[in-house]
């Protein structure tokens, strides 16, 4: 049992009003691996600069990720630099430098290639088309994105979601992609163009997510101290589907579980510059929170 | 049993993307009387001009709200106009006519001054500091605010609190009061000046409600088309108060209804123009909505 992520590997900058951290290892395929990790085997797609710090191979390794698929190129790693704001739903990007990351062009090792559990995080849809046409017989594929591929490769990504089991998007993306303002109405919208399920990420204010059959609101798990939400997207989606694949079951109930199990993976994500926090976490924290949050929410 | 409720009865202009309407019955008191009689009996204090048009009086009769402390008095009825951009969360004012609001000194009927539960809606500071005088043995008292108090009459308001068990307020105005940026840290901040609970709305984004006990997060109830949000945290206090009310213990069982009650009472009052949704809503769909309300939020 293995869920796949295809995604980026990053060296971040992010500065938001409680500090400010350079070059630490970031990257959507890097939150979603150092969450899912804690539900099921992680295989990961990635490709990262021969300037990599090699202690972040290591701890990938160290914490029991696959990483096969994860490639050495000639050239620099992706590096991003962020601004966060007060408003820490809102992150302002100061630079992105594709460096490696523009030629990337992701082969599936032959070893991946029966994993039932798919996430193409943000990247070009091309690329993640091309990923899908490199699997199986996936059982369940979910796929993020994001404004820019939105605004500049719509064509290419509502090809691609006619082939993917759940969508996910932020509120703001989920209304610039269906031109809808009503999260509900976004959703009937999106379930027209092929996706069975909808996540719809909030931030601070939590998601909705939503099958044809069912919808699900939740908070976020409410934190005093938020550092940096950056991965907290891809934290979510990574204990989302780790919880999917750990129950091999796609049921009313696991799909409640995981949006739970996603929503506090985030919030620890949140607690701390860049991974920090997940790395140090433990089974015993995720469970405890779990249960935490249970009674904050039930009535 | 009785829920005493102090504020305004307006007519009220509103404008949102949805279409608009003029001089349609408004005000906290209106909104809170219409939401909490499904639960409680209300009791009313309020002030109206003699422009008001007696059929709004008689439809609070005919809804069984106590109307003994509702003064006529020479002069027009207080006027609020706005309107709501697509961000139904933002009301931008148009105008505010005071009128024979501006002189309004509540005086609470002698067969109102036993009531246990009080809830002196966004006036005055001093004003609502009046009301809790005149009352002879309150059990819970709950208030609300809004920035202009916050801004104009910080020391009254602080000196009210003192002696409020509940205090609600918007997640702005929490941050303008406590100068926290943090909502956690905003309770915890209000905990050390009085009320021992309090309810921060989020309007589509649902509340939180804590105590020094515990703490609550619940979403809104989604809703596809919100036509108007006026009167939206009044029919949410209503909804609370009046079902503490029916149930005449304050537990933590019965608070957390009270905070469900309240959400989907407000999702109710956004599904029309004005109190017209309220003013047609039978018992069977509250109930109906509340089950949904639990299948919708439980994992």
């Known amino acids: ?83 966060y704001g007060y408003d820490l739903n809102v992150a302002n990007t100061i630079y992105t430098h594709l460096n490696v990351f523009e030629t990337f062009s992701p082969e599936i090792p032959s070893s991946y290639k029966d994993i039932k559990y798919v996430f193409l995080a943000n990247i070009d849809p091309d690329l993640q088309q091309k990923v899908l046409s490199q699997m199986r017989n996936p059982k369940l594929v979910a796929c993020d994105t994001m404004n820019y591929w939105i605004e500049n490769k719509r064509k290419p990504l509502l090809d691609l979601i006619k082939s993917v089991d759940i969508l996910f998007l932020n509120d703001g993306e989920a209304r610039e992609l269906t031109g809808e303002l009503n999260l509900l109405k976004a959703i009937s919208w999106i379930f027209k163009r092929g996706p069975k399920m909808v996540v719809i990420k909030k931030g601070e204010h939590g ?57 506090i993976m985030a919030s620890f994500a949140v607690e701390s510059f860049g991974p920090e926090r997940l790395l140090k976490l433990t089974n015993k924290e995720v469970e405890s929170r779990y249960r935490d949050f249970q009674r904050l929410t039930r009535f």
Request: aromatic content about 12%; charged content about 20%; some cysteine.
């Open 1 to 83: 049992m293995s869920v796949l992520v295809v995604g980026s590997m990053a060296l971040d900058s992010v500065e938001t009003p409680f500090g400010k951290r350079d070059d630490i290892l970031g990257g959507s395929a890097t939150y979603f691996s150092l969450s899912a990790r804690f539900f099921a085997r992680v295989s990961l797609v990635a490709v990262v600069g021969q300037d990599f710090p090699r202690k972040h191979i290591k701890l990938l390794e160290n914490h029991d990720i696959n990483i096969e698929g994860l490639k050495v190129e000639t050239g620099k790693t992706f590096r991003w630099g962020g601004k």
């Open 207 to 263: 998601s909705i997510f939503a099958t044809k059959d069912f919808t699900f609101c939740i908070p976020a798990f409410p934190i005093e101290d938020i550092y940096d939400p950056t991965g907290a997207g891809d934290t979510f989606a990574g204990g989302f589907l780790g919880c999917l694949n750990k129950y091999n079951k796609i049921t009313e109930g696991t799909l409640r579980k995981a949006v739970a199990y996603g929503t």
